[in-house]
């Protein structure tokens, strides 16, 4: 059996969920969201109770600098810490404490050779279409006075908020389906989940500027 050489051994995986500079960037924004809200909350304070003029309340109001010098005072008083324990600590503490985190292997895709979610997709998205635009053919608009007045009428005038679930929720469907052939199949067929996916987006986009027509005053 070879000697292995401790000296050539690798160091041990950190198990830490962080790095340093994410870490510093959550600082950032947590002290970031500190600095702003609190000259809020003391200003309404002040309001129903004024503070004295030599109190610390008095001095963050005063001072409008506080807001964008305290984040960055906490973000690089907290990375000299960092860097001094760093310096100070074992290594079997700091290992876990990276300024970077370890590069993630990638990971070849697993692709199932199946063209059902694909086929499905492009059979749903063009069924939420019609379903939408059967919908929308129960709309009347009265456009008499500024603001228009918008009415149902037709066969399926009481369940028309139904019709619209049904197909914004076909087209979920759709664009969720198309997706995951587009990313996790293999098949001839998934030329057909690109095109139900924008035949998703387009009852979406399609739904939205419906309705801003419709309610334009």
């Not at 304070?45 to 003029?53: G, H, N, T, V």
Request: contains cysteine; proline residues 6%; charged residues 15%.
């Amino acid at each position: 059996m070879g000697i292995v050489n401790q000296n050539e051994q690798s160091e041990p995986e950190s198990n830490s969920l962080m790095s340093v500079q994410e870490r510093l960037i959550v600082i950032g924004i947590i002290s970031t969201q500190v600095a702003v809200v609190a000259p809020a909350v003391i200003a309404t304070a002040d309001i129903q109770a004024p503070y004295e003029a030599g109190s610390w309340q008095h001095w963050l109001m005063e001072n409008r600098w506080f807001v964008p010098v305290f984040p960055f005072l906490t973000v690089g008083i907290s990375g000299l810490i960092i860097y001094v324990l760093s310096r100070v600590l074992p290594a079997s503490i700091t290992r876990h404490y990276r300024w970077k985190s370890p590069p993630t292997p990638e990971r070849e895709p697993i692709l199932r050779d199946t063209s059902r979610p694909a086929i499905l997709s492009g059979i749903l998205a063009p069924i939420a279409s019609a379903v939408l635009i059967v919908g929308a053919s129960h709309v009347r608009e009265d456009r008499r006075t500024r603001r228009p007045v918008v009415t149902w009428e037709g066969p399926l005038a009481d369940y028309i908020q139904w019709v619209g679930y049904l197909g914004w929720g076909l087209s979920f469907a759709a664009v969720a389906c198309g997706f995951f052939a587009l990313g996790g199949c293999r098949s001839k067929f998934n030329w057909l989940g690109a095109v139900g996916m924008a035949i998703g987006f387009l009852n979406f986009l399609g739904s939205c500027l419906f309705f801003g027509v419709v309610y334009e005053d």
